[in-house]
């Protein structure tokens, strides 16, 4: 039976850390879902005070190759409430589907309840970002710790 765990990251390097892990560990791109914005805060080459510009793959490091490296099915959204966003894996084509419905519509798509989806939603408006992975009960419990141990919050599984 496959379930899903959902977190949101202060930091695109923990986000990071967490995504290269799990490919680490073999769960499939395909089961790897990362929403962000994408505000396009740069200075100088390196990410400014906001959220990271994750369209230009600086920050995502080398071992992902940059956003379009970084899972399968990248794509760059307009939201309406929360403006331009960056995301990727399977959440991404749900995402495209349910542009109307904003976020938190996607995700309630995806299984996610609609009050926690709202909550999600929020969470990106305010620059965070969200990871999501879809596996076996066994491989979710790690995954769960995993988003723990890299100082994920909001985590709920589905």
């Not at 995301?87 to 995402?95: E, K, Q, S, V």
Request: hydrophobic share 35%.
């Amino acid at each position: 039976m496959e379930k899903t765990v959902i977190g949101v990251f202060q930091h695109h390097r923990d986000a990071e850390k967490t995504v290269d892990e799990l490919k680490r560990r073999g769960v499939p791109e395909k089961d790897i879902s990362l929403v962000a914005r994408d505000d396009g805060k740069m200075k100088g080459g390196h990410p400014g005070d906001g959220m990271h510009d994750l369209s230009s793959g600086i920050g995502w490091g080398s071992t992902i190759g940059g956003v379009t490296g970084l899972l399968a099915g990248v794509g760059a959204l307009a939201i309406p409430g929360i403006g331009p966003i960056i995301a990727a894996g399977p959440l991404a084509a749900t995402l495209t589907g349910a542009v109307a419905g904003g976020v938190a519509g996607g995700l309630m798509d995806y299984g996610i309840p609609k009050n926690e989806s709202h909550e999600y939603e929020q969470r990106l408006k305010e620059g965070k970002i969200l990871l999501m992975v879809r596996s076996d009960v066994p491989e979710v419990d790690k995954a769960k710790r995993l988003f723990e141990e890299n100082g994920a919050s909001d985590i709920h599984v589905h």
